[in-house]
């Protein structure tokens, strides 16, 4: 029983911790642009050859 003493309290925090973190990401727009990652992935914007590489061992 005594158990439950700790345990109650430092579950309401962390449940509080992590409704703030949420509440903060909405505020922030951590949210407002849902499918712009997967539509970037999917864009073929072309920056131009990559550099040539160099053989790391000797032949």
Excluded: C, N, Y
């Excluded at 430092?10 to 922030?28: D, E, I, N, Q």
Aim: net charge negative; hydrophobic share 45%.
């Amino acid at each position: 029983m005594d158990g439950l003493l700790v345990l109650i309290p430092v579950a309401l925090f962390l449940g509080a911790l992590g409704l703030g973190a949420f509440l903060w990401s909405l505020r922030s727009g951590q949210f407002e642009d849902l499918d712009g990652a997967a539509h970037r992935i999917l864009t073929d914007e072309d920056e131009g050859p990559l550099p040539d590489r160099k053989p790391s061992g000797k032949k």
